[in-house]
């Protein structure tokens, strides 16, 4: 079922390892993925409007592989 989420700049949506079943169209705006790297964030990406994000571990059920 599909529900909207507004989020606030700088909140995260996704956090890496954790485990989830859902997954999320992105209206507007931009959201940055990243990964754990020796301690650091390391930027992978960028995910823009009408793109999915979260599709991954809501297909395979495995935790989340980037925040």
Do not use: C
Request: proline share 3%; charged share 20%; no cysteine.
């Amino acid at each position: 079922m599909a529900s909207p989420l507004k989020l606030s700049a700088n909140e995260i949506l996704l956090q890496e390892g954790e485990h989830s079943n859902s997954m999320y169209w992105v209206q507007s705006g931009q959201l940055v993925v990243t990964k754990k790297r020796g301690g650091e964030d390391v930027i992978l990406g960028y995910i823009h409007s009408g793109e999915l994000v979260g599709e991954i571990s809501f297909l395979d059920q495995e935790p989340r592989s980037a925040t």
